[in-house]
T-cell receptor, first 114, second 114 residues
Framework: AQSVTQLDSQVPVFEEAPVELRCNYS??????LFWYVQYPNQGLQLLLK??????LVESINGFEAEFNKSQTSFHLRKPSVHISDTAEYFC????????????FGKGTRLHILP | ETGVTQSPTHLIKTRGQQVTLRCSSQ?????VSWYQQALGQGPQFIFQ???????GRGNFPPRFSGLQFPNYSSELNVNALELDDSALYLC?????????????FGEGSRLTVL
């Protein structure tokens, strides 16, 4: 069975500063990895995903995440955050060979300070 | 293209009652997954429906049950409600067999059990 650990429940960061949201997973099988974002009063939406190929994946709004198999990590980074990035971020994993469920971490609330 | 819609958006029940939550999947999607998101937690997988049958289930008791209809819409039923069932219930649709793992979420139904 897979599991996801997001060690930081909240991350405060000043506007225009860099940020890293940490995610570690455990699995005995090959996995797909995802970051979902939940803006205030909205549903979850996919931010970026790793399926195969390049271990560095990017979103359209400047976030990136790197799949590190040896460290079983998929940390999310952005070099310069904006107030509009205020949201809760969820790391998620699914079994590459199954198509039934995606397992989510507990989430990290990104709080942008002016 | 219509997105995932859920109803009702909010509801209040008392212990022991039963509740039915509804979900219309995004057009073109044939699979519906249900998640429970308790306050301050990540979404927990309840079950998935494909071709009107349950296709995978998380660690939830049998009093959580579901249906999928020929038009791919779905219902989540919870019997004998308990206080701990208070949560945001999220429905997500996807295309089975397309290994992108991307789920499209509705905005959820917030259930309060008193």
């Amino acid at each position: 069975a897979q599991s996801v650990t997001q060690l930081d429940s909240q991350v405060p960061v000043f506007e225009e500063a860099p940020v890293e949201l940490r995610c570690n997973y455990s699995s005995s099988v090959s996995v797909y990895l995802f970051w979902y974002v939940q803006y205030p009063n909205q549903g979850l939406q996919l931010l970026l995903k790793y399926l195969s190929g390049s271990t560095l994946v990017e979103s359209i709004n400047g976030f990136e995440a790197e799949f590190n198999k040896s460290q079983t990590s998929f940390h999310l980074r952005k070099p310069s955050v904006h107030i509009s990035d205020t949201a809760e971020y969820f790391c998620a994993v699914s079994d590459m060979n199954r198509d039934d469920k995606i397992i989510f971490g507990k989430g990290t609330r990104l709080h942008i300070l002016p | 293209e219509t997105g995932v819609t859920q109803s009702p958006t909010h509801l209040i029940k008392t212990r022991g009652q039963q509740v039915t939550l509804r979900c219309s999947s995004q057009s073109g999607h044939n699979t519906v997954s249900w998640y429970q998101q308790a306050l301050g937690q990540g979404p927990q997988f309840i079950f998935q429906y494909y071709r009107e049958e349950e296709n995978g289930r998380g660690n939830f008791p049998p009093r959580f049950s579901g249906l999928q209809f020929p038009n791919y819409s779905s219902e989540l039923n919870v019997n004998a409600l308990e206080l701990d069932d208070s949560a945001l219930y999220l429905c997500a649709s996807s295309s089975f067999g397309v290994p992108t793992g991307e789920l499209f979420f509705g905005e959820g139904s917030r259930l309060t059990v008193l």
